[in-house]
Structure formats: C-alpha cells, structure tokens
C-alpha cells in the first residue's frame, strides 16, 4: 500500500510537467489550429530564465584573496556578487538562494514577450498552412533557440537548487500513520504540484469565468462563426499563445530544482507531451491534464523493479504502449472531439 | 420491378427520431424525387443508402442485394454512385484525373495494383473520361486542378466521375443547389440525357421546378415519415404535402 | 525511354548523369586549397546521398502522395540495417543478400506497423508511428542489446559464424562487405593536376539501387497505383463513394515506403557494417521528414535534393572549425579578422544545428513548395529572361517534375 | 600535366579493374604509390579529432579540442611543451611528427555512434587522416575503433570507460589509454569496504546500455567481493530526467547503500534527486545511508552542484594531482584557456603524444608499425605515473584514482579531493578475464 501511494506521489510531478506543457500545447493547437514544435523550447527557455536570474542575481567584481590559490597556485581571485554589497552578505544570500522562485515574476514578462513575439512574427502566417510545414517551422524554431542557449550557457546541465527552506524532504508516510521513512516526498516537489494545480486551475478559471475566455471557447469550437460576430478573435488569439507560452515557461521555471536544466530538455518534453496530448485528445484542455498526471504516474509504477522483472523494459515504453491503446481503442484521445486533426 | 426497397428503416440520434418506419420503392429505370421540409430525414435516408449511416432497424435492398452492413466502395461497387450536397471532389487533382478515377475504380475494382502501368497508357480509359467531361461541357478545363473551379463546375464535374461509372442507381443531393437559373436548365437537361440512357436515379431536392420536370415518382418526407408516394401531379394537388411544408416553414 | 514519356525520360537521365559524374561534380575544389573544405566529393558523403536519397524517395511515396505524415520511418531503416547485418554475420560478406533481407524484414514489420497505424489518419496517425518507432528504438537500445547490441550497435566480429564464407581471413582480418568480390571500400583515384577524383564501388552500387529506387518512383508516381495515392491525399470520403478501397492503398504505399527505408537501411549496413539504435530515434524518422519537405514533399526529385542538402550540411558545416575560419579570413587585419570569426563562428562547426534550424524556417517561410519550388521558379525567370521580347511569357503552372 | 595513380586505399581488383584498365589503359600506372591508408606525402600529417560537439557530451568534447589543439601546439614545437617535458620517452623533438607538421581536423560525434562514424570517415576519406581520436562515450568509441580497424589508420580512443572497448570489441588498430569498469570496482571497493564496512546492502540503479552494464557488474563483483550484498539491480532509460519514480523505492528494499551506474546528464539528475529525496540523511539498517557514483568527471560534478559532497567515486585522472606531469599539463591547459583540464582532456592529450612517439620510435606513420610501438610500452610522466600498455588488448594499465566530492572546495574547480591512489597492481587483471572475453584484436591493417 504505502509502495502505491509512493508511486502515485512520484507521478505527479512529472505528470505536472506533462499536464502544464501539453495543456499549452492545446491550447494553441485548440485556438491557432497549430501544431507548435517549438513548445518544449518554450519550457527550456522558462528554466534557463530560473538559470540567468540566477546568474544575473550572482553578478559579482572580483576580490583578490590573498590567502588562498586557485588551481594554478595563483593568488584566489573571490567573485563578490554586487547584491551581498547593496544588502548586506545576510540579505544577498537569501535573495540569491530565492532566485528559482523569484524567477517566476521575471519569466513572466520575458515568456509573454516571446509568445508575442513568436505569434505575431512566424506562427500568424502558419494558420493557413499544412500542419507538416507548421511542424517543420516550429521545429526549425526549436532547434535554433535551442542552439542559442547552448551556444550561451554550453551542453551540461546547469545546477540551479531550491531555496535552502524547501531542502529535503518529509515524511508523508508518518503523515497519514504509515511507518516512518517510507514515503519520503522532497518538499520542492510538493511545491511543484501545487503550482502546477495553480496554474491549471487559473488557466481553467481564465477560460470559464471571464468574457475573453468565453470567446476564445467560442473560437476553439468554431472560430469562423465567432470571427462573423464581428469579434477580433485573433487578437485574442495572439493573447491565448502569449498564456500558453508562459504557462510552458513557468513550468520550466519550477522545474530547474528537480532537473538541472540544459539546452535538450525541451526536445525531451516535446515528444511525450504530444503523445500526452493526443491521449487526451488534441484541442481538449481536461484530457490534456489528465493524460498528463495518468501518464506521469503510470510511469512511476512502470518503473517499479518488481514490474520491470516481470516486463523486460516496460519502463521504456510504457507510455507509447499507453499511447497505442488508446488511440486504437479510443479513436479521438480519452477527451478529444471528432473531427480534429484528422483531415 | 424497384431496383432499390427500403423497408421499415428507423434511425435515432439520441432522442431524436430522425428516420420513423420509412418505405420506399424505386423502379428501375425512373427518376424518383424525395422532397421534404427541412429536416425532414432527406439526406439522413440517402446516408442509409451509400452506408454512410447504419439504420437501426429495417431494411435497404439493392437489386436484390443488402446495402447495410457493408461499406460504401462496397455499395458503389454493386452500382450505386452518389454526388453530395457540397461537392465532393479530388481537389489537388485535374478534372480528367477525377474523372479517370472513378473509371478505373469501375474497371479494376476497389483495389489494383500495377504501378508498372502508366497512366498515359490508358487511351481508352482517357477518352471515356473526355466525353463525359464534355457532356458536362468541362472538357476545356480538363489540365486544370479541380479545387479551382467554381461551386456549379465542381457539381458538374462530380456528376460526371458518377456518370463515368455508369451506374445503375444515382443518388443526387441536391444536384442544383446555389446553381444560377441557367445552370439549373443545363443540369435539368443533361439529367434528362442520362434518364434517357435508363439510369435509375434518386433526387433530393428543394427546387420544385427541377423535382416537377424530371421526376416520374415523388416521396414527400416530414418528420421522418414519408407522408406521400405518388405521380407528379397528384403530388402538386396534396394537402398533405402542404401541411408538411408549412408547418416545415415555422421550424 | 523504359516506358517513361519525355518530359520523365529526361528527369531521369539527368540524374543518371548527375550521379555517375558525382565524384567530379562534388569535388570542384582543388586539394589544398582553401575551398577544398566544401568538396563533397568522397565516398562516405556520396553513398550518404545515395542512401538517405532512397530513404526520402520511398518517404515520399507515403507522405508525398498519400499525404500520411509517418514519424516512425527511421524503425524500419534500423530494423532493415540489423538484418542486414545478421545477414552478414551469419550467411556472408556479400551485400546482395544482406540488402535483401533487410528490404524483406523492413517490409514485413512496416506491415505489422502500417495495419494497426491506418485505423488512424492525420496526427493520430503520426503518433502511433512514432510511438512504434520510440518503442522500437528504446528496446534495441536496452532490452533487445543481444540482439541489437544497444548503444554500441550491431557490428560484424573476428568469431562470427559465416555459412558461406569466413570468419576471419588469413591474416587475421574480418572479411570486408563486398559485391561479388568487389570490396564496398575499394576506390579508383584520379589525380588531375590540384584536383583529386575518387570512384568508389561501394558509392556506384549505392547509386545503381539510387537510380532504380528512383525509376520505380516514376513509375510508381505515373500509374493509376499513383493517381489513387494522390487521390487518398486529396479526398479520402469522395475515393470510398467511388468504389475505391483507400485502406490497402494507403497500406501498400505504406509497406513500400518502409521497403525502401529497409533498403536505405540494408545499404548503409552495406557500405558499414554497423547498424546503431540511434538510427531509429524519433529525430531520425523527423530528418527524413525534413528531408523531404525542405527538397519538396510530392515531386520526383525533390526528395533526392533536401536529403543531399541535409546530408551536406551536417558532414561539411559541421567540420568548419574556428582555425580553418582564421585560415579563411588570415588576410584581414588581427583585430577585423577576429571580429568577423566572432560573427561566422556561431554557424558552423559546432554551431552547424543553428544554420540547419534557419534554414528550415526560411525555406519553410518563403518556399513552402521546398527546394524544387525554388528551382522551378528559378527556372521561369530564367525563362523569361532568355525568351525575353520573341514569346510571351509562358504562365503554364511549374507542375512538380 | 596530369598525374594518375591507382587507389591509396585499396585496388580494385578482378574484372572491374580489367574493364576500366581497358578504357583507359593508359593512364594508371602499376607502381604501388603508398604502402598504408592515408601516407603522409607532404612536410604535413593530419590527424582527426572526432569528438562529440553537439549533444549532451558537447562540453566534454569541447574540453577535448582544447587539449588536442594543445597537443598539437607541444607536438609542433610551440607553446610550453607540456607534458612532452615530463614524458618518460624522449623521441618527441618539437619538430612535428617525424619532421612533419602536425595538422587536423575536427568532427561531430554528436554522441552517436552512426554520426561518428560518419564523421570519421569523412576524415579518412577527405582529410586524408592517419590517426583519429576522442569522444566521451563507449557506443561511439568501439564503433569508430572498429572503423578504424577496417580503413587501416589507427584510433586512440578517447573518454571510454565500459569494458568492451578493450574487451570484446577490441581491436588491433585501436588503443585506450582512459581506465575502465573493472578498474573502477577493484579500486573503489577496498576504499568503500573500509570507509563503510563490510557488512552493506547496495541497490544499483543501472544505464540501460552497454556501458551501464559492465559498469554494474564490474562494481558489483567488486563489492561482493569485498562482503557486500547486492539487493537489487535496477535498469533506468537513457536520458530519464527525473529518476524519482527509481528512487523513491529503495529505501523500502533494505538497502544502505545506492549505486548510481549513470554518467553525464544522467549522473546529475539521479544523484540530485536521491539527495532531494532524503537519501544521504538517511538511517537504513541502522547506519548512514550512503551513496556511490563509480565513474565521476568533474565537468559532471558541477553539474550535481553541492549534492556530490562526500560521495565516493572513481576517476582517470585529476587536475590536481600533485606529479610533475599532471602539474605541467595543468599549468600549459590552464594558462591557455583559463580552466584546469578535465580528465576526458586529459586523456586524448596522452593519447596524441603516445601516438606522436610511437610513430617517432618506430621511425614510420605505418600503422602496423604504430602497434608495434606502441604494444607493451611502459612508460611515465604522463599524470598517472607508471604505465604499461598492454600488448594483449590495448588497454593502459595504471594508478586509478579514487575521489570523493570535496566538503568545502577552494574554488569553482575545486570540487573532487583524491582519496586515494589506488595502485596500478590492484587493477591488473588477465586479458582473458571473464569481465573482458569473448574478443579478439585480430590482425593490424595497414590499408592497401
């Protein structure tokens, strides 16, 4: 039992990163009609915003201490960061250990600026083209964005920790009268799958309680009668991709404390969320939440040593087998809706 | 003797009944109209014909043979072509590539594969197609791709893959829909030719003019029923069918 | 000529003409010189263009013309590589029957694939494909190593256990792939003043099946085999109202395409006898995807040229290194010289994925028809320009050739 | 004026060549123009530095050109010499190779094996390359070796640590200079038996591929060895990510100690998420909860940030290795480039230089002769103290240092202390040993 709960706790972050990029990923298929291959290098993007914040935050003059030597037995040159001078060693260090989470308010406006960008400069003259060119350009995007990082921050992952508070982990066993010490859960992670049920759940507020949100459910449906109401649907559009960028790169964002970030994470994401996607069936936002965490935790169980004795690397491909099964069985997705992405 | 019977046909949509006890017989070699308010069940009944559409209960024959549980190539392949209410057509194709389709599809059947043929090499099959481009008075356009064309030529062009194959049963939707007065008279006329080849044909149709100068039978449909069968001109006199079509004009 | 009309007759000698004078067209460069670092024109390269030529040709036939967008095709150039190279450990060294096998097995699991991914069409379809491919490629990685070797790949051995032939010859060496006695590796030198020619029987076996591979697909494209293919593209509902089955024509140009993907896959074992998990990651069967919508998803020749063009910049651009650039610019003074290396450097060598991607989205962007539209539309100015005042300009569409 | 020659690299024999001869029977001549692949005829030799430049290896590879690009500075007689001062063999002169400048060319591995490959062959067949060298990862490492068997030049392999590359997959033409799984068991079991006892149960979480196997059963076998158990051992996908799913499981299973048989990328995220995971604060069995990485790289412990703090692993060579040889190279790498050296630097830099003499000693660029040289060589001064490069399968045979990440480092490089310097004799095995059968080298190959 409590090797069951683990497994679904291990599940859920990663189904988080799963659900938040694919719920981008149809969000702009939904509303724009896109297939976006540049979506995992949106989320990479966001957690090399966590990693230049960082760095940004760590900007330092160097101090020549004479005491120590560096590797060539030269005098040590010590980088001071400008921060422990403004606010004091005490104050500088916190703000440097905070610079995941202070990431979030500075990924926002750089994510948005992109997601504009990106929208109003190449994909706004993607929406009448075949989804294989849209796949081909977004691909294209992605790998140069990818080079861009690579070429700025290099191949390796980059340590990027929480703030010493989130540290370790706790006993959630003990929490719910299991014995001690056998769910651990590292706190980060908690705090990853509440703001990834956060971010979700504003995303699903945005879209039901707000009269923008209405019309852009309205164009999801049918976006030619909405664009005869006289409403400007592709403004709101450009918005909708601006959102969905953010919400890749946020959750990139968090993710840097679990996964030092390099340059190929993105590519990495990118297949499973689609295959995430089209689980939950393309253009339908619950489906993708849920594929995502069914798909998160069923490869935590995959990866149990008793299921792989048994099953010979299942682990491996246990989400494409998933994927497999429920496209033949279920022809649009768990949630999709007929007619979608199959011309 | 009726080429095609439908027998006792009922379908649902959830709660709505959409086809109720429909039966109908088509003679072989007449033209037979279904018209009906909107609504009424026209195209959802023609869906029951090309499998399109399973009824629930009830029965489709056609020369004999069961229609249902079997797939449209199937159907088109005992004879039974179809031209849609919006056209449907091979758009990146040229018009006398849409038209050889259909022939090859009539002479080698549903699948063949000899990929060391070529196309060029088919005079005979070419030149069948070109007459029936011609009859349709496409033949000029023959290079260019169909998606081009206008609504009306993409109509005609679709009745000419039907004709190609030389059917014995044509389902029509419509086949005058958005077409000019003029353009209407043209396809009156060449649906006259092809009746007079003995093609049975089935016409859905809301233009009244088109329905009275070809049709030797008229169902009227409403509300899922077919209320009348007759001649045409018993048709005209029918309170029946009037009702229908007024209560048709308030939904 | 062969059964082709004109117009095809011509294509097809052309590339006849192309492939055979490869090894002097893709070496303009003499040795030594600067520009030497852009010749193409050695045996690798030229049986790569070969190869992956024939693996786009046969993508093409399913994506081209059925319009089936498959992200799985790379599974069956790996699986048509480790029997070929079974094929070479167990039976011989000659390559004949290694590419056999290897076409035969690509087909026969392209089959398995193909039948359960039809049920599906637009990107569900994809996504099984590639789910295949990604199962295929994890499992050859780890689970299936006896077979596949995993990560270091499947290669031939010093104890190999060869029925017709040797295991090892006199001096102590694995037997080499060869063609009814001609070594793959064995090449004929040419030198001509600066300029260095190299003809390679393993290139000229690759680019005999090229040219076969390619007039088949003529041959393919012009039957009513090919005007049904177009047609499940264009109108898969009007096709089944006409009597026209599209699942085993869509299967059928599915199980060629993985044929000829096993036949790219049996040659490069063929030419090496190595055959590698990677080979059938996802980002393979994406490349051959690029491949042919960058030379033109639908044309005849399209194909050959994007897999060429790709082929090229990832074996050149990503051998440019920053003291070749030096060399390059050394003629500037230090300080400009530096500065313009500061500025190319980030596009090539290590950089080269950055020129790729670009390329991409540019080609994408301004010829969405891929390379061939450029050329065709190349060659209307042109022809308008040379026919100039004496004819009106000729507005027949560029049909893709 | 023409001049034309037949293939330098193989003649093509029987009919084909009958029919061209016929055509053009002229203008080849029968004089066999080069004894071997690739024969430097020029005042110039080049060689190929294949090494992975894009993928997750490409900072690893990118350290690799700077040692190679250093070598070649040393070998030509520029720069500060390097360690050519502090190399045993004196044959090296600063003149080149035999007179002949030292020129090369560079590739992308990409970290695969189909790409290095390619890569290698392009330098083979268009460079004109007699030698190729680096990499960071077996797959590319044993299929290039093989390539270069097959073509007649010679491969100095590059970072490669599984067993095959000397084991069953070796190779007459190719060499490996870098340690291997086996080393890394006898060396470190000793170290962990007396830092943790004799009495533990270790869990393995293993790299589903090659590497990862021989490394597992390399450390293993070591341990058990030693009296350790094995409670279990467990495959994990290349490039998993988040390891959590293979992690949280094994405080359950009665281990006290987890073996991480990752490297690169992976190394990072699974030693990560085990130390979020609580597993180095752990109580199991009633003692510390420890955790082991058999194959570090300092690149990599960078990656890992503080989480490799007292964690026991094994490594090829240091920077901070206090003979003069590691010292001279330290200070040349440094100097130049600002950063100490990685051991995958290290590596292929000995590797360039031991390749440079052997072709000094044996007077020829002629592969064969190469081997020759370069089998049961013993020699010093190139950071590892005294090494024998074993005739048998061309494996180095060495000190193997056994490190573990440093508690508080004095710099950004600081990050790894030495434990110990496990001696060479301890990490010899037979060349037939069960880790290591199923090879043969076979015989050199020259080329034509």
Sequence with gaps: MDAIILQILNGLDKGSAYALIALGLTLIFGTLGVVNFAHGALFMIGAFCAVTLNRLLSLSHEVVDETRTDFLGNPLRVDVPYVYEWFGPDVGATIIDWSVPLAILFAIPIMVLIGLAMERGLIKHFYKRPHADQILVTFGLAIVLQEIIKAFYGANPIPTPAPEAFVGSFDFGALIGFDPQTIMYPYWRLVYFSFAILIIGAVFAFLRYTTFGMVVRAGMADRETVGLLGINIDRRFTIMFAIAACVAGLAGVMYTPILSPNYNMGMNFLVLSFVVVVVGGMGSLPGAVAAGFLLGILESFASRAEVIDIIPGINQVIIYLVAIIVLLTRPRGLLGRKGVMEE | MSILEVNNVNKNFGGLKALNNVNLQVEAGTVHAIIGPNGAGKSTLLNCFVGRLEPDTGSVTFDGESLLGIKPFQINQLGVSRVFQTPEIFGALTLIENVMIPAFAKRDGAFHMEPWRSVGSEAGLHEQAMEMLSDVGLDAKADELAGQLSRGDKRRLELAMCLVQDPKLLLLDEPTAGMSRGDTNNTIDLMKRIAQRGVTMVVIEHDMHVVFSLAEKISVLAQGTVIVEDVPEKIKGDPRVQDAYLGGAHL | ?401 | MSKFHISRRGLLKGSAVAGIGLAAPTIFTSKAWASFTNEPKGDSVTLGFNVPQSGVYADEGADQLRALRLAVEHLNGEGDSGMMSTFSSKALKGNGILGKKVEFVTGDTQTKTDAARASARSMIEKDGAVMITGGSSSGPAVAVQALCQEAGVIFMAGLTHANDTTGKDRRRNGFRHFFNSYMSGAALAPVLKNAYGADRNAYYLTADYNWGYTTEQAISEATEGVGWTTVNKVLTPLGAGDFSSYIAPVLQSGADVLVLVHYGGDMVNSLTNAVQFGLRDAQANGKNFEIVVPLYSRLMAKGAGANVKGIFGSTNWHWSLPDEGSKAFTRSFGTKYGVPPSQAAHTVYCQALLYADAVERSGSFNPCGVVEALEDFEFDGLGNGKTLYRAEDHQCFKDVLVVKGKENPDNEFDLLEIVENTPVDQVTYPHDHPQFAGGALGACNAGS
């Design chain 3, 1 to 401: 000529m062969l059964g082709l009309n004109r117009k095809d007759s011509g294509l097809f000698l052309l590339v006849i003409c192309l492939t055979a004078l490869a090894p002097f067209l893709l070496n303009p460069f003499p040795e030594g010189s600067e520009l030497a670092q852009f010749n193409a024109g050695y045996p690798d390269l030229m049986q790569r263009f070969m190869i992956f030529g024939i693996f786009a040709i046969g993508f093409n036939i399913l994506f081209g013309l059925t319009g089936y967008l498959s992200f799985g095709h790379a599974a069956f150039l790996g699986v048509g590589s480790y029997a070929g190279v079974w094929m070479m450990k167990l039976l011989t060294v000659n390559v004949v029957p290694a590419i056999i096998m290897s076409v035969i097995v690509a087909g026969l699991f392209s089959l398995v694939v193909g039948f359960i991914s039809l049920r599906r069409s637009g990107i569900y379809f994809s996504i099984l494909t590639l789910a295949f491919a990604q199962m295929s490629f994890a499992l050859a990685y780890s689970v299936l190593t006896p077979i596949t070797n995993g990560e270091t790949g499947l290669q031939l051995s010093l104890n190999d256990p060869r029925i017709l032939g040797i295991s090892q010859t006199v001096d102590g060496s694995i037997p080499a792939a060869n063609f009814f006695g001609i070594e793959m590796r064995d090449s004929l030198e040419l030198a001509m003043g600066g300029w260095l020619f190299t003809f390679n029987a393993g290139y000229y076996l690759a680019a005999i099946v090229m040219l076969i591979s390619f007039y088949i697909a003529i041959r393919i494209f012009r039957s009513p085999f090919g005007m049904m293919l177009r047609a499940v593209k264009s109108n898969q509902q009007r096709m089944s109202y006409t009597g026209l089955n599209t699942r085993p024509y869509a299967l059928t140009a599915f199980v060629i395409s993985g044929m000829y993907a096993g036949l790219a896959g049996g040659l490069m074992v063929a030419m090496d006898p190595l055959a590698g998990a990677e080979r059938m990651y996802w980002t393979a069967s994406g490349e051959v995807v690029l491949m042919t919508i960058l030379g033109g998803a639908g044309t005849l020749l399209g194909p050959i040229i994007g897999a060429s063009a790709i082929k090229y910049f990832e074996n050149i651009f990503s051998k440019i290194n920053d003291t070749v650039l030096h060399g390059w610019f050394s003629f500037m003074p230090d300080g400009l010289q530096d500065f313009v290396v500061a500025i190319i450097h980030p596009f090539i060598g290590k950089g080269w994925h950055l020129t790729l991607g670009l390329m991409f989205m540019l080609v994408v962007i301004f010829l969405p028809g891929g390379l061939m539209e450029g050329i065709n539309r190349l060659r209307i100015w042109f022809g308008k320009r040379i026919n100039g005042r004496q004819q009106a300009p000729d507005h027949a569409p560029a049909t893709s050739s």
